[in-house]
């Protein structure tokens, strides 16, 4: 090969590679530092006992007219028994809920009332419609369980979650790590032993449960320091 057409190639190659580092390199840039400013985001609320983002990668915040309703009746303190605080859905999450799953399902069970191109769009999936119906409803009424079935109660001592009114877990305070907001509706709290909780943001009373569960990572720090 002459000089010629080793320029000539080296010429074709820069000229296809060229456009895509001018369109793509500062979008690239633009996503490596985005991930790192959320990564030190994250650090820096584990390490000032804060709350921060649960993870590198989760859920969008329910947008603010929603989150505004789910928020009725969270204030105030938490239902009490003897020596625990009672967490549990509020009465605004519990209308958003019902509402959304009773928009969605009338639109299952009465295409006349959906939107123009919803059962077109179901129809150009590779399954069944009546499949497809089945499954939304599932998860709706999955939705609805999940959120009707939370309870978490709390001493000073211990966290126990209650989820889909079946599956129960302990957490002892003393391991709690860090917490996190994952969102759209969850609080996320790392046990170390013990694993993750998962609280619903939008009960009746999370706002002195949060300033516990805080209080109670500095404490734990303070121990272990």
Do not use: C
Not at 48 to 73: E, N
Not at 86 to 112: E, H, N, W, Y
């Amino acid at each position: 090969m002459n000089m010629a057409v080793a320029f000539d190639v080296i010429f074709r190659t820069i000229s296809l590679v060229l456009p895509f580092a001018v369109i793509f390199g500062p979008m690239a840039y633009f996503g490596w530092w985005k991930a790192r400013r959320r990564r030190q985001i994250i650090d820096l609320h584990r390490d000032q006992g804060t709350i921060g983002p649960a993870a590198f990668f989760q859920g969008q915040p329910l947008p603010r007219h929603y989150d505004a309703v789910a928020r009725i009746g969270t204030g105030g303190p938490a239902p009490m028994t003897l020596n625990e605080r009672i967490l549990k859905a509020s009465v605004g999450v519990r209308f958003f809920v019902l509402g959304l799953a009773a928009v969605i399902g009338t639109f299952v069970f009465r295409p006349d009332l959906a939107p123009n191109g919803f059962h077109e769009a179901m129809e150009e999936l590779p399954v069944s419609v009546s499949y497809l119906h089945w499954a939304i409803l599932f998860f709706l009424g999955n939705g609805v369980l999940y959120i009707f079935g939370f309870e978490a109660r709390y001493d000073r001592d211990v966290l126990i979650v209650t989820r889909m009114m079946f599956v129960r877990r302990e957490y002892l305070w003393r391991n709690l790590d860090w917490i996190g907001d994952d969102g759209a509706y969850e609080l996320v709290l790392k046990f170390e032993p013990g694993g993750k909780a998962k609280v619903l943001k939008h009960s009746v009373g999370i706002g002195e449960f949060k300033e516990f569960a805080q209080e109670q990572i500095r404490k734990n720090r303070t121990h272990r320091a």
